[in-house]
T-cell receptor
Framework: GAVVSQHPSRVICKSGTSVKIECRSL??????MFWYRQFPKQSLMLMAT?????????EQGVEKDKFLINHASLTLSTLTVTSAHPEDSSFYIC????????????FGPGTRLLVL | RKEVEQDPGPFNVPEGATVAFNCTYS??????FFWYRQDCRKEPKLLMS???SGNEDGRFTAQLNRASQYISLLIRDSKLSDSATYLC?????????FGAGTILRVKS
């Protein structure tokens, strides 16, 4: 199947710092990428939908100024958690779909963020 | 009513058993349905799509009941390696909504 990579896989940072997470589709062009967050023992919660060349669409309750998303190319989307706080500690997962994303989404391996 | 609901389990079954999970959804207009498997501290991996006519892949069978708005996953001859959390996902317009997952533990 298609491959999606994420970097870094794990990050520990101090409260107040910003963290950038990269999501790359390695063998296909991803017109749409999705960013999810998953807290322990909970489901994936969609944060935003990232479309190449346009602004991301954020889900209700997700602060767009805190979670900055950039989808500058068909193979790369980035999520920046600005001024991170301990409550932002979570498992962040991206997924990518091609033009027929409704057929399937391919998930990256996720990034574990721990804010101290 | 939640958009997508699953019984969290856990379902504890012996090896070789048959086990079934259901997932209900609230949007009657949804067209695409999926089952994902998620291992502990890993990303979800697509197990299978769910088609109107139902589909089978080895020991796994997925079915869709539009009238009652649920999808099901049947696992036959359970293996120890089937132990995981099974997430259903339902298309809602331009996004997928995931259930909270059902935990399966297969024991020898």
């Amino acid at each position: 199947g298609a491959v999606v990579s994420q970097h870094p896989s794990r990050v520990i940072c101090k409260s107040g710092t910003s963290v950038k997470i990269e999501c790359r589709s390695l063998d296909f062009q991803a017109t749409t990428m999705f960013w999810y967050r998953q807290f322990p023992k909970q489901s994936l919660m969609l944060m935003a939908t990232s479309n190449e060349g346009s602004k991301a669409t954020y889900e209700q309750g997700v602060e767009k100024d805190k979670f900055l998303i950039n989808h500058a190319s068909l193979t790369l989307s980035t999520l920046t958690v600005t001024s991170a706080h301990p409550e932002d500690s979570s498992f962040y997962i991206c997924s990518a779909g091609d033009r027929a994303w409704q057929e399937t989404q391919y998930f990256g391996p996720g990034t574990r963020l721990l804010v101290l | 009513r939640k958009e997508v609901e699953q019984d969290p389990g856990p379902f504890n079954v012996p090896e070789g058993a048959t086990v079934a999970f259901n997932c209900t959804y609230s949007n009657s207009a949804s067209q695409s349905f999926f089952w994902y498997r998620q291992d502990c501290r890993k990303e979800p991996k697509l197990l299978m799509s769910v088609y109107s006519s139902g589909n089978e892949d080895g020991r796994f069978t997925a079915q869709l009941n539009r009238a009652s708005q649920y999808i099901s996953l049947l696992i036959r001859d359970s293996k120890l390696s089937d132990s995981a959390t099974y997430l259903c996902a339902v298309e809602y317009g331009n996004k997928l909504v995931f259930g909270a997952g059902t935990i399966l533990r297969v024991k020898s």
